[in-house]
């Protein structure tokens, strides 16, 4: 079942704490902004769309702001 559009308080939250690490999991970002994982699932793939959070595949996935961790070469 689809969800629905993620809260914008929650989205600014991830933000917020994404700017003050280089990388983090979904998870550690939930327990961080006490939100729940699907609830940041959802966030981030909403912040992913407006082109303001990547993925990193690094043998497991990390988020972080866009542009600001460098993939190992």
Do not use: H, W
């Amino acid at each position: 079942m689809a969800r629905g559009p993620a809260d914008p308080a929650i989205k600014a939250k991830v933000l917020e704490y994404l700017g003050t690490v280089q990388k983090a999991k979904s998870r550690d970002v939930a327990v961080a902004i006490g939100a729940s994982k699907a609830d940041v699932d959802n966030a981030v793939k909403e912040l992913t769309a407006e082109d303001l959070v990547e993925y990193l595949y690094i043998t497991t996935t990390f988020i972080c702001l866009k542009g600001k961790a460098q993939t190992p070469t």
